[in-house]
Every structure is written in C-alpha cells, then in structure tokens.
C-alpha cells in the first residue's frame, strides 16, 4: 500500500534523524493528512 510505505519512510527518518517522539502521534498525524485533500496543514 503506498500508505504504508510513506508512513514507514516517515518513520524512519524521523528516528534516525532524533526528531520522533511518540510514535503514536506521529501516525495520527500521517493518517489525518492521508484522509484529508492530499494537502499538508500548517
């Protein structure tokens, strides 16, 4: 799914890079941007 291949390229990026915290909120972040119109919300 190419979801899920974005959310894991996320991921780890975001823990090599030290800036994931919680993994958790990092997915519902990922997942509301998914569902909504395909644009980022600042």
Known sequence: KPG????NA???FAKRAGIL???TSAMQWLA???TGSGKVRA
């Open 10 to 12: 996320f991921l780890g």
């Open 4 to 7: 899920s291949v974005a959310r």
């Open 32 to 34: 509301a941007c998914m």
């Open 21 to 23: 915290e919680d993994s």
